[in-house]
Each structure stands twice: as C-alpha cells, then as structure tokens.
C-alpha cells in the first residue's frame, strides 16, 4: 500500500473538495498563502505550489493584490459531457438501481496499464457495477480508480454509491479521452445485461485526468437496443 499523500496534494485535495461541492461557490475569496501557511504549518514555498497548480488547472483566478478566487471548473464544460447514469435514469422517470459486483483494492498488473495510465504497481480500487433502469439491466461498469490521485475514495463505501456519480460530485477532472465502439458481449457480460451471448452492445471506454495526473479509467457495456446518440451542433467557422 503507498504512504500518505505529500502535504501539498492534501492541501490542495481539500481546497478542490470545497470548490467541487459548492461550499466555495464561483468568485469565493480563498484564504490568503499566509493564512494556509498558519493552518497546516507548512512553508511559503508548499502553499505557492498548491496555488500555482490550482490556477493551472482553472479551478481558481489569482489577482494581484486581492487574493485567489474560485472560478467555474473549464474541464467540466466539455463538448462530450461525462453523463452521470443515475441521474441520467431518474431524468428518464425510470426508477434508478445499482449493485456493486466486486471491489478490490490491489496494485496495478500489466493489464490495467493499457487502460489506465499509472505507473505498474500503483495503487487501485477495480469495481464492477451493474446499473439498472426500473428493473431491467441498463449498463455494466468496469471501473479502475488510482488511489494517489483520489486518497480518499479508498474509504467511499461503493455499495452505497455509485463510483460514477460520486466521481463526478467530488472530484474535478481537466481532461477526458472516450472511445466508442460496437462489440458483442461475451457469456460474463451477457449474464450481467440479461441479454444473448453475442448480442451486440454499445461499449464506452473513458479516461480522465486532472492536472495531467490519471484518476479513473471505466469501460460501460450496454445493451445495443437501449441506446442512441443523439448531437445537434453548427458548422464551425469557414466549415462547408
């Protein structure tokens, strides 16, 4: 297992918590370097870091003289969005159910690095969740989170919560890679979906990142009938 994280990503990860949930709303004055230098007893040089990666990822605006100030996270107002599948089923009207499969908590094997950037031997949870919309099976979830860039998901009871939506309420990502594609699913995931070995499903792979760092790659199955994409957009400029 790794050690604790470094004292500047928990002074940062507590400032990111404050800004995720809303307790510092957009245009809310941070404590000043001096004050955060009091509060966790660290030098100037700890909290400038903090500060610097924190404008760098444009969760705050630093101002000369006034102070930092939250800003509305750029990452999240990506064109593809990052859907969050209970809300999405209860927008629906259906009634929203969850089941967690597995959970492990295990270093990272030659097999995980093709889907999730970290280092071999890094610290992970791998979950395997199954999504239903009233009480059909709506999606299979197969998810890898790395543990040094969200601690704190190590002590999230994913029985309870859905790995997914609480991702997307605590923790900001700055960048988002999807890969979509047509496959059949095998006996595992057809048993899963309740639905024919081979049948065809519509399979998303999904990795983010914040501030360059890795933080959850997850491959979502779901049976092809259920699903349609549906985009309206505007020629961009000198486009035919």
């Avoid at 940062?12 to 004055?29: A, C």
């Avoid at 705050?60 to 107002?77: K, L, M, N, Y």
């Avoid at 998901?153 to 990502?173: C, E, K, M, R």
């Amino acid at each position: 297992m790794s050690g604790a994280a470094p004292l500047h990503q928990r002074i940062r990860g507590d400032i990111e918590t404050k800004i995720v949930s809303g307790d510092w709303p957009p245009g809310h004055r941070l404590p000043f370097e001096h004050e955060l230098m009091e509060q966790y007893g660290c030098a100037r040089m700890t909290v400038n870091k903090v500060m610097s990666a924190l404008a760098h990822a444009g969760l705050i605006e630093r101002r000369r003289r006034a102070g930092s100030f939250v800003r509305q996270p750029a990452g999240q107002s990506a064109v593809l969005e990052i859907p969050d599948i209970k809300a999405d089923i209860v927008a629906r009207g259906q009634a929203y159910g969850y089941e967690l499969l597995s959970y492990r908590r295990r270093s990272a094997s030659g097999l995980d690095l093709e889907s999730i950037a970290v280092p071999a031997g890094a610290d992970l949870l791998v979950l395997r969740c199954r999504h239903r919309a009233g009480p059909n099976p709506f999606a299979l979830e197969e998810r890898r989170i790395a543990l040094a860039a969200v601690p704190e998901a190590a002590a999230v009871d994913f029985a309870a919560n859905p790995p997914g939506s609480w991702l997307l309420q605590h923790v900001p990502w700055h960048e988002a890679e999807h890969q979509i594609a047509a496959r059949n699913a095998d006996s595992e995931v057809a048993a899963a979906l309740g639905i024919a070995p081979g049948a065809a499903c519509l399979v998303v792979d999904r990795r983010t990142w914040r501030s360059g760092a890795p933080v959850t790659s997850v491959r979502l199955w779901f049976p092809g009938t259920l699903q349609t994409f549906v985009a309206r957009f505007t020629p961009a400029a000198g486009g035919r």
